[in-house]
């Protein structure tokens, strides 16, 4: 992996959000940030077992409703894959950010840029027309040659059975590590699916396949025991009417609603959903798979503030060692703050909206890169601001 310059902070801040370190325990790790607040734990949906990859077919192509990708063999290179799959060398090797002569690992994970058939049927227009210009006869006359029979179409590749997999595309400071703990799998079966090699390494630009989770059947609900009295021990109490007849037409004065601690401090953005976490100025928007936040701007030294009330998540930094913050919210609201300079917080503190958590960092570093998310699905936070 290439270093990681400081304009990767938000990028990496994806990756970081579900990342708690956890020390002097037995057993596995479990990576899951929902198990560490909020008084429930999932650290079983966390570390369940995943289904196996899907066999590929002869040339080595799995194919699934939306995305195709061809698993390589044993000393394959991308220019043996493309061949193989009946796709130019260079348009498969740029897709997946490699060349074509570069080597693949047996059974590493190659995205296809585009739908091939089960039988490729590729014609190559430009060698056909060549041919018959060096074969023209030079007299000018015209010479007559049999056709082969015309070839059926290819038919369409047979889509592999199952739960069609995410394919995460790696982002510059992104790890298997921190990948498998933001889908909730185990990095083992992250590696199995994907070909990783015994580091797990990934490189920039390369799609992963997530592991699809076995799926649980239902608990099934046990039936009531039926009351069954043995010899001499009498039959059962009835019923009293009280127990069935409505009870008599009484007032019955509510209880005071109690206190809600997590009452939003008074803020001139007390009627949206979320406040902003610096007044400034926004940089850059929301792009799905490219900038998983916002960007506000202000002057170095400015208090970010807490969107609104919870508890701190999470308190961990990116490559470059700049903190990143998560507060879990109700209904199983996450924000982050990235790129963040004097941290007034720590982990499990309840915190107040509107209430400050950190700085701008200095220079033309001054920025917050915030994030909103439902679960660990990144959302568009502008929504929430209004």
């Not at 198990?35 to 002869?58: C, E, L, N, Y």
């Not at 047979?158 to 298997?176: C, D, F, L, M, Y």
């Not at 015994?198 to 039926?226: H, N």
């Amino acid at each position: 992996m290439r270093a990681v310059s400081k304009s990767a902070t938000l990028r990496c801040a994806s990756g970081m959000v579900a990342m708690v370190v956890l020390a002097g325990c037995e057993g596995p790790l479990d990576y899951d940030l929902r198990g560490q607040v909020g008084g429930f734990s999932t650290a079983d949906a966390a570390q369940s077992a995943t289904t196996r990859r899907p066999a590929p077919d002869a040339r080595g192509v799995i194919t699934y409703p939306t995305y195709q990708v061809a698993i390589a063999r044993r000393g394959d290179k991308v220019s043996d894959v493309a061949a193989r799959v009946g796709l130019p060398e260079g348009e498969l090797a740029v897709f997946n950010g490699l060349k074509p002569t570069d080597t693949l690992r047996d059974g590493e994970v190659i995205a296809l840029p585009r739908a091939v058939s089960a039988s490729s049927g590729n014609v190559d227009i430009a060698t056909i027309a060549g041919t018959a210009i060096d074969e023209a006869p030079t007299d000018g006359s015209v010479r007559t040659s049999t056709l082969a029979p015309a070839q059926p179409a290819a038919a369409p590749a047979p889509v592999a059975s199952g739960p069609e997999p995410i394919r995460h595309q790696v982002k510059r400071g992104e790890t298997a590590f921190t990948i498998s703990r933001l889908y909730d799998v185990p990095v083992d079966a992250l590696a199995d699916w994907n070909g990783l090699d015994s580091d797990f390494t990934v490189r920039e630009g390369q799609y992963l396949l997530i592991p699809v989770k076995t799926q649980t059947p239902p608990r099934q609900t046990e039936e009531p025991a039926t009351n069954v009295t043995q010899p001499g021990e009498g039959s059962p109490t009835p019923t009293p009417p009280s127990a069935t007849q409505p009870l008599p037409d009484e007032k019955v004065v509510a209880a005071p609603p109690a206190p809600d601690v997590t009452a939003e401090a008074p803020t001139s953005q007390s009627n949206s959903a979320l406040g902003l976490p610096v007044t400034g100025s926004i940089i850059r928007t929301y792009q799905k798979g490219k900038n998983e936040g916002i960007d506000i701007a202000a002057a170095p030294g400015t208090a970010v503030k807490a969107a609104d009330s919870g508890t701190v998540a999470a308190i961990t930094a990116d490559a470059d060692q700049v903190p990143i913050i998560v507060i879990k919210h109700n209904n199983d609201l996450l924000t982050v703050y990235a790129n963040v300079d004097g941290i007034t917080v720590k982990k499990g503190d309840r915190v107040r909206r509107g209430e400050k958590i950190a700085a701008l960092r200095d220079g033309d570093n001054a920025y917050v890169h915030f994030e909103v998310r439902k679960g660990f699905e990144a959302v568009d936070p502008e929504p929430f601001l209004k």
